[in-house]
């Protein structure tokens, strides 16, 4: 989205406070766990492991005595070696098996496939093991060791770049090794061996091993999926600088090099390096004065804490503080969350997103809280269902709208969606058009104003009204209704009154210091112009071709005076916004002029555009 726009519809993003954060501890008695995981089969279960080549259960929140799994006798745990990591795939509960990430009693690090001995057991057989893989460790640190099933239903496997110090053998970057590298596998075709995919970016094998996913790492410790959008977060151990969170999204097609050894999160590394496109740079990075190994987290998304929901929550081995990072606008924003003071040695996530960590040296298994939702209602204003961009009542099947209430989101600040197709839940809220789930641009909370941005569904096209309910972590509101028009044009502005126009020539937006000028081209945003030709899907971004046009005839004046309009449609790239296209006529006159846009014979309220 055009950031002028986004300005507009989703406003400033601002925090009134830090989102409070607290330990309280579940278990005990564990010995240096390194990995807490759940096999989302109902369950309800968490998996603890422990670096000595153990997994214990908790069922029921009682921390069972015998083990789910016991490997003492092929792993060779100790400084960063030992049982490290646990996948289960996707339906676990149907196919009995899962897979672990381990060092062997010679230091080489093996992904291997065990069976359980019954149907939602909890106990594994240790003699069940299939070797999938393995890789040659030439030294005994930086062995990596998470692997996570991503949304694919693929398995992906976090190697570090063999050990010692920075990278003497090249490894990250050297195309043919996983060593330093983010690998990507299907391990569920077939039994007997993993497979490729064939949208792994280097899936022929002529310019790299055909598994890597992506390069450039050092010791990437944790790295997690978000469960709502898919997004890949990958924490990754710095050598003595900067520790670095890098961000993948989930439209990556893969390929990805995060730098190392060449750099070190965002500066060089290496003397005479030339950070450019071919790297990929880390969303957010500390320093030695915040911490001095990075342990990757989750982004929270359960319901008990909604000032948490969204964010991607993450800690320090070393310091032992806990933070939060979130996308506000077009920064990334971190907050200190708590300072823990203990040695964070992984983080877990439940069936329902509430979050886990784990004590290294105490053993301890720790639930992350914050402040609970107080489960009020929501409380919607039917006058207040307008739409996005004139706040004028009434809504428009396929463009943006906006509804403001009450209770709406316990979260100060705007929470944007930050992928298309648009989510049907953002931040725990849900709009409901007649029963259909809307996609939600934004949910807002600044001072005593608390709004929703959604795209009214296509599917309600030819309603006179409609039934809107709002629903919070699903408790829901009172239904209001809301009158369906044909159309309802609005302007996009910056502050209520000022049009966002844009000279075509260069993308710049028209401002008083540089304003339109008579004949030039420009276009500026608007929205409830009614249909179009092949409208796409609700939630999804309109395509840059073919362009899909309004149907209604589109007239536009500036100060009164006829514009040529040479398009008018869904802006590409957007949801619920038209883009027209306009030629500033040769007899406007010079000021401030009023702009005003016409569909089907309903014109906008006027906005105000600087014309020289």
């Not at 996009?492 to 000022?498: A, E, S, V, Y």
Request: aromatic letters at 8%; a neutral charge.
């Amino acid at each position: 989205m055009s950031r002028w726009l986004l300005v507009a519809v989703t406003g400033s993003m601002l925090y009134a406070q830090e989102a409070p954060l607290r330990l309280t501890r579940i278990a005990s008695g564990l010995r240096n766990p390194t990995d807490i995981q759940a096999a989302h089969d109902g369950s309800g279960r968490l998996f603890f492991v422990q670096q000595d080549g153990i997994i214990r259960v908790m069922r029921d929140g009682v921390l069972l005595a015998e083990p789910f799994l016991d490997i003492r006798d092929k792993t060779r745990a100790g400084g960063e070696r030992g049982l490290l990591g646990l996948a289960f795939p996707p339906d676990f509960a149907a196919k009995g098996h899962f897979y672990v990430h381990y060092t062997d009693v010679r230091g080489d690090s093996v992904i291997a496939r065990y069976r359980v001995r019954s149907p939602n057991a909890d106990a594994a057989d240790p003699s069940s093991e299939t070797i999938v893989l393995t890789q040659r460790q030439p030294f005994p640190n930086h062995n990596g060791g998470q692997l996570a099933f991503g949304p694919d239903g693929w398995l992906y496997i976090g190697f570090g770049d063999g050990g010692s110090a920075g990278d003497p053998q090249n490894n990250a970057q050297n195309p043919r090794t996983w060593l330093g590298k983010m690998l990507r596998v299907d391990t569920e075709s077939d039994p007997a061996r993993y497979m490729i995919p064939a949208t792994n970016p280097f899936a022929s094998g002529a310019a790299a091993l055909p598994e890597i996913w992506a390069l450039g790492l050092r010791n990437p410790w944790r790295f997690s999926f978000d469960r709502e959008t898919g997004d890949l977060w990958i924490a990754d151990v710095g050598q003595n600088r900067v520790e670095e969170i890098n961000f993948q999204p989930a439209w990556s097609r893969g390929g990805e090099n995060y730098g190392w050894n060449l750099m070190e999160g965002s500066q060089c590394f290496q003397t005479g390096c030339r950070p450019g496109p071919d790297f990929v740079l880390p969303v957010h990075e500390y320093g030695r004065s915040e911490g001095i190994s990075v342990t990757g987290g989750f982004v929270y998304r359960g319901a008990r804490y909604p000032e948490l929901r969204g964010m991607y929550i993450y800690g320090d081995y070393g310091s032992g503080r806990i933070w939060g990072l979130r996308r506000e606008n077009d920064r990334w924003v971190n907050r200190l969350l708590l300072a823990a003071g203990r040695p964070i040695s992984t983080f877990g996530e439940d069936e329902d997103g509430e979050l886990y960590l784990a004590d290294y040296l105490s053993g301890e298994i720790f639930a992350l809280q914050g402040r609970p939702d107080t489960g009020a209602p929501p409380a919607l204003v039917p006058s207040a269902v307008v739409n996005a961009a004139s706040f004028q009542p009434g809504l428009v099947a396929g463009s943006l709208a906006t509804i403001f209430g009450q209770r709406v989101t316990a979260s100060d600040g705007v929470r944007a969606a930050s992928r298309m197709p648009l989510p049907r839940m953002l931040d725990g809220v849900e709009v409901l058009v007649n029963g259909m789930r809307a996609p939600v641009l934004a949910v807002a909370r600044l001072g005593n104003i608390e709004q929703i941005n959604f795209q009214v569904p296509y599917e309600v096209h030819g309603l006179a009204v409609v039934s809107l309910t709002v629903r919070r972590n699903a408790v829901a509101s009172e239904a209001v209704e809301a009158p369906l028009l044909a159309a309802q044009p609005g302007i996009f502005t910056t502050d209520g009154t000022r049009a966002i126009v844009v000279h075509h020539a260069d993308h710049t937006l028209v401002t008083p210091e540089r304003p339109l000028r008579a004949g030039e081209l420009a276009y500026f945003y608007a929205t409830g112009l009614g249909e179009v030709v092949q409208p796409p899907p609700s939630g999804a971004a309109a395509p840059s071709g073919p362009p899909r046009r309004a149907l209604a005839p589109v007239r536009v004046t500036l100060g009164g005076v006829d514009c040529e309009v040479l398009f008018a449609g869904l802006a590409p790239g957007l949801v619920g916004v038209f883009q027209v296209n306009i030629r500033v006529p040769a007899s406007a006159p010079r000021g401030n002029l009023e702009l005003v846009v016409t569909a089907a014979e309903v014109s906008s309220p006027a906005a105000r555009v600087p014309v020289n």
